[in-house]
Structures are given as structure tokens and as C-alpha cells.
């Protein structure tokens, strides 16, 4: 459960939540054998829960999303760099992060390659590089569109197990 404030020390005598079906509940010190103990960390971890939303708002709703939503004149005015997204760090670590996953992937790729015979390789290139249809890699090899579905499938088999 998530409060915009948290409730003063001394005003704290029991602690009050509701359930996903809307059911309030409370419960008391010295009931039910509810410790002091039992309701002081309750409490502690609906400060912590209500400390960290209070965080998440005030550092990414009003900075990072400022940054990305520059369309009213408060977020121009908080942040100079708007105007210019290739100056925004967290699209600039995402796209390192994102290059070195894609040449991970294709050096993977380009060993897995190598396991490939020379007949897959080049039906490898005409779907993939090419972007050829199997009917028309069919009627280049003179065969049946059924029988390069079925060699795509066994291709595509050998490279996932390769690959993984």
C-alpha cells in the first residue's frame, strides 16, 4: 500500500491497511497478540515504502521525465539540453549498451555460421541478407516452395541450437 504521507510518531497507535478487495483492517498493539514491536516495524516499512516513492517522484518524474516530455515551458526551463536529444546521457548508454549486444550477437552469428555447410549458407543469404521470398528461392533452386520451408526450418534449428 503506497500513502502520499506518513502518519506522525505519536499519532501512531495502531496500524491501518486495506486489502486488494478494498476490506480495511487495523490492527492494535496488545490485540490478538499484536506487539509494539509488530506495529513499529510495520510502520518502518510503510515509511520506507512511502520514502521511496517520495524518491522515485522527485528524481524521475521531475528529472528524467522532464528530459524526455520537454513539451511544456516548466521542462524547457529545468533543462537547457531538451532542444538536443544527442546530448541525453541515458539515450547515449542505451545505444552503447544496445551496439555492444548487436556485435555480441553477430560475432556469435559468424561463429555459428562456420558449422553451416555451403548449400546453407547461401539459402542463409538469399532469406536473410537478401530478403528473398521462398517462392522465389524456390524457382532459382527449381524446387518446391514446401522443400525450402523445410530446409529455413532446419536451418534455423541448426543455428538456435548453435547459438544457445
Same mark, same amino acid.
Given at each position: 500500500? %503506497?500513502?502520499?504521507?506518513?502518519? %506522525? ?39 520506507? +515504502?512511502?520514502? +521511496? ?20 515551458? %516548466? ?34 552469428? %559468424? ?7 555451403? $548449400?546453407? $549458407? ?17 524457382? $532459382? ?24
Amino acid at each position: 500500500m %503506497s500513502r502520499a504521507y506518513k502518519t %506522525s510518531k505519536k499519532k501512531r497507535t495502531n496500524y491501518i491497511y486495506y486489502t486488494a478487495e478494498g476490506t480495511k483492517i487495523v490492527i492494535t498493539p496488545s490485540e490478538d497478540g499484536v506487539t509494539e514491536a509488530d506495529i513499529d516495524l510495520l510502520h518502518s516499512m510503510d515509511d520506507f +515504502e512511502v520514502d +521511496e516513492q517520495r524518491r522515485y517522484d522527485y528524481r524521475v518524474t521531475a528529472h528524467l521525465d522532464a528530459y524526455h516530455d520537454g513539451e511544456n515551458d %516548466s521542462a524547457n526551463d529545468r533543462n537547457k539540453y531538451l532542444s538536443d536529444e544527442s546530448l541525453n546521457p541515458e539515450k547515449h548508454l542505451l545505444e552503447i549498451e544496445d551496439e555492444a549486444e548487436h556485435q555480441e550477437l553477430l560475432k556469435r552469428l %559468424s561463429e555459428a555460421m562456420e558449422h553451416l555447410t555451403q $548449400k546453407e $549458407k547461401e539459402l542463409f543469404t538469399k532469406k536473410f541478407v537478401d530478403k528473398q521470398t521462398n517462392v522465389a528461392i524456390a524457382a $532459382k533452386l527449381v524446387v518446391s516452395e514446401t522443400t525450402i520451408r523445410k530446409h529455413l526450418k532446419k536451418l534455423k534449428e541448426k543455428l538456435g541450437k548453435i547459438l544457445t
